[in-house]
């Protein structure tokens, strides 16, 4: 049964947020179609103060439950709906990984062709890398952001694409994982030299409007830049210790890496499509979803949960209900469980969320093996750990 919770809160701005979520848990108690997973989520909102959240389920090819909580715009007070779009941040990596197999499955790309194969504009020594090693972050090419999520250069996107031409190698190719938004700049110019279109129409046109997605389309790869309808603002404790608004700014030549906004249920819609094979040949998603083996054979990733890293898409290498995910902005969440047949999005409007905390924990409402008790999910005290780390703002923008 499909659930679509539509909240306001009457709460001032001013107040703490907790007395926020506080008054939004009284609300939905009241909700007659409010079930477990709904408390679960409110429980989780009100420990992590997370303002607003959006949660689509799909199990054996169907939306079996689709939510909206809490608040999207806490400055005017405006409640999350099902019509509400959130910035994906690096979820947007999983839609190019799908439209690089789609040009492959075309004859246009190889996974182990040099990308000078493709584009002329880059240095000779980068040509040792290969388009997988790109995708899954393997390259050990210069990284053409720096730690405070800006350019390498303040004169703009053309300075910073010269500079990082001169820079050395941060390592040999295959040798290390390594998050790095270099690699994808170099893959959203090459899907355009092979496509003859744009990256963000060939992924338009290949992958939102097959799909059916008409808010993802119209939200485009804005990022924050462009008004969009019914778009959530984002929020963060990360630059204050309070909670205070979000400014992020991403240069347009580089969002392949960090540009589209969606909501869950259109989102759904679009890994029901891919399982489905009506995005690429379901033989392939076996390419899209293994995890790169380094040169010492063994697989690099963001920690011991999002383990491996694949082609746009981290990967939880596990004995018991392996998973594939996509994760964005320490607030967004996808992930795939294959062999279980069950897919569940969360996206947030609070950096810090980090929905990959509690994600096999909403998973166990539907497999109960998944649960805690059957030592699946974080521990509380890496959890703690993690909210203690001192991340760069770089990580946790992108």
């Keep these: 049964m499909i659930s679509n919770l539509k909240l306001k809160i009457y709460s001032p701005i001013n107040k703490l947020l907790f007395s926020i979520v506080s008054l939004f848990f009284i609300s939905v108690a009241n909700f007659s179609n409010a079930d477990e997973v709904d408390k679960f989520i409110i429980d989780q909102m009100s420990e992590r103060k997370i303002p607003g959240l959006q949660l689509s389920v799909v199990r054996h090819g169907e939306i079996i439950k689709t939510a909206s909580y809490g608040i999207a715009n806490l400055q005017d007070n405006v409640a999350v709906t099902d019509n509400t779009v959130f910035t994906l941040n690096s979820i947007t990596k999983a839609f190019v990984g799908v439209a690089i197999v789609q040009l492959i499955e075309q004859g246009k790309i190889d996974l182990g062709a040099s990308p000078l194969e493709y584009i002329s504009d880059i240095p000779q020594e980068w040509g040792m890398v290969t388009i997988k090693q790109l995708l899954s972050h ?23 694409w010269q500079l990082v031409k001169t820079l050395p190698m941060q390592f040999k190719p295959n040798e290390k994982f390594r998050y790095n938004q270099t690699n994808y700049l170099l893959l959203g110019k090459i899907i355009e030299e092979v496509s003859g279109k744009n990256f963000e129409d060939f992924i338009r046109i290949n992958q939102l409007e097959s799909v059916g997605m008409p808010r993802t389309v119209e939200a485009g790869f804005s990022h924050t830049e462009k008004v969009i309808p019914s778009q959530a603002r984002g929020y963060t404790y990360y630059q204050t210790g309070n909670l205070t608004t979000v400014n992020e700014a991403f240069p347009p030549f580089l969002r392949t890496a960090a540009g589209m906004s969606s909501k869950t249920s259109e989102m759904a819609k679009w890994i029901i499509a891919l399982q489905s094979g009506k995005l690429i040949d379901k033989v392939n ?3 899209l979803w293994e995890a790169a083996v380094l040169n010492n054979d063994e697989i690099g990733g963001f920690n011991n949960y999002l383990n491996g890293y694949a082609l746009g898409w981290p990967v939880i290498q596990r004995d018991e209900h392996p998973a594939v995910a996509s994760a964005g902005g320490d607030r967004n969440l996808l992930i795939i469980y294959p062999q279980d047949d069950l897919s569940i999005i969360v996206l947030t409007n609070l950096m810090g969320a980090t929905p990959d905390n509690f994600i096999d924990e909403i998973a166990s409402f539907y497999i109960p093996e998944l649960s805690i008790e059957a030592g699946f999910g974080l521990s509380e005290e890496l959890d703690e750990l993690r909210k203690l780390l001192d991340v760069s703002g770089y990580d946790k923008a992108i």
Excluded at 147 to 154: C, E, F, K, P, Y
């Design 285 to 287: 998603l076996k390419i």
């Design 138 to 160: 393997t390259s050990g090419l210069p990284e053409i952001m720096s730690n405070d999520a800006r350019l390498i250069s303040n004169e703009g996107e053309e300075a910073a």
